[in-house]
């Protein structure tokens, strides 16, 4: 028998979960409306909180940065790949997070890989919310670190865990969405923060979907929670309501000088391309110069909760951000209402296990939308009953 015959074995054995999945082509430029197989769908699917992917300010930058600096930056970051441009996208990082420094990852997954694994390894010991994003979980598996996950933001599960062995190990690393991705919920950051004190942790806290749409200036959860001046570990992406490609980590002068040292993900990679870089810095300057962007989202996603309490079959689960979802029997089921939206011109997807515990129809709010996108989505869901 081949040695390759189990994928043949394992993708049958996917099919039959219900849990099969492929890709889906948007034409044209990814808006609040995208074109699906053919046809016009009202766009519920795209992280873009803030609609700047398609702002012509980003693509402006990015088109003069590709002219200037070429396509490729060519080498890492230590060696051939440094430009001026990403020194000054990470003093905006660090401008809008009121953080000492940041440094620029290829992207959020790497940035989330290079930083847990430098700041922890053998003798550690990692506390990760059963919910976390995967990159958050494989940064901690990588870093060869003990790893101990506790139930959804339980913070007294984590606080008698942590009572139990912390003394057995050097270092401890909290880590955690602040948005969790495929709930929408916040975590207890002020409390997490707290105990971290009390048991002499660091806290690294992900801010992918929090950044651009939560706190005074949208620099994210931190800020909403008015914790801002505390010592932790943020990370984020600018592919979200940055509009662009990449990820970040911000913090301490020492903690990104040891990643510059430390971080794998970010030494041995090429650096961010020029025309990436210069868009994600257009979003930022965006950000800090035009909350009415992210006051239109937040009215988007109060419209569309004020509207769906009249759905009283809908079984929506907690959520303090641009993402609402809600939750359906089965696998099964969540692809048969994805179909049906998709068949009524919405698309909003269904996410499956194993990606999540229980499958779910998740919607994700941009300031883009207008009243009547949303209005049609409640409609459709009435419908469907
Ligand atoms: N963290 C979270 C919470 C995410 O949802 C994502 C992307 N879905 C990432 C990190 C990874 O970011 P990127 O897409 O920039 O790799």
């Known amino acids: 028998m081949s040695p ?75 060696l051939s790949g440094h430009r001026e441009l990403h020194g000054e996208l990470e003093s905006a990082i660090a401008s809008l997070k009121k953080t000492e420094d940041a440094l620029v990852f290829s992207s959020g997954y790497l940035a989330n890989l290079g930083a847990i694994t430098a700041c922890v390894g053998k003798r550690d010991v990692v506390f990760s919310d059963e919910y976390n994003h995967s990159s958050l979980k494989n940064g901690a598996i990588l870093s060869g670190a003990g790893v101990i996950e506790y139930p959804h933001c339980d913070v007294e599960v984590l606080k008698s865990k942590l009572q139990e062995v912390r003394g057995n190990y050097r270092r401890c690393l909290i880590i955690t969405d602040s948005v969790f991705s495929m709930d929408g919920d916040l975590c207890p950051l002020p409390t997490l923060l707290n105990i971290a004190e009390e048991f002499n942790c660091m806290l690294l806290v992900d801010e992918a979907h929090a950044t651009g749409v939560l706190g005074e200036t949208g620099a994210g959860c931190v800020e909403y929670f008015d914790c801002t001046n505390r010592q932790l570990i943020q990370v984020g992406t600018l592919s979200k309501a940055l509009g662009s490609l990449g990820g970040y980590v911000a913090g301490s002068k020492n903690l990104i000088d040891f990643l510059r040292n430390r971080a794998p993900t970010w030494i041995y990679t090429t650096a961010l391309s020029p025309a990436d870089t210069a868009a994600a810095l257009s979003g930022i300057n965006i950000v800090k110069q035009e909350p009415q962007r992210r006051n239109q989202l937040w009215e988007n996603i109060n419209y569309l909760k004020k509207l769906i309490v009249n759905l009283p079959n809908l079984k929506i689960l907690p959520s303090e951000s641009a993402i609402v979802c809600f939750q359906v029997e089965s696998a099964a089921e969540a692809l048969k209402i994805g179909n049906y939206l998709k068949a009524e011109g919405i698309f909003a997807p269904a996410i499956r296990p194993p990606t999540v515990p229980t499958s779910r129809i998740r919607i994700s709010l941009m300031a883009t939308h207008q009243q009547n996108h949303v209005e049609k989505l409640v409609e459709v869901l009435k419908d469907f009953g």
Do not use: C, K, M
């Open 4 to 78: 390759y015959a189990w994928l043949e074995q394992s993708l049958a054995t996917i099919h039959r979960a219900d849990w099969y999945r492929s890709v889906q082509s948007i034409h044209g430029s990814a808006g609040a409306t995208v074109v699906l197989d053919g046809r016009e769908v009202i766009n519920f699917a795209s992280n873009d909180y803030l609609g700047l992917a398609g702002d012509e300010r980003l693509i402006q930058a990015a088109t003069t940065a590709t002219q200037n600096l070429g396509t490729g930056s060519t080498g890492s970051r230590l």
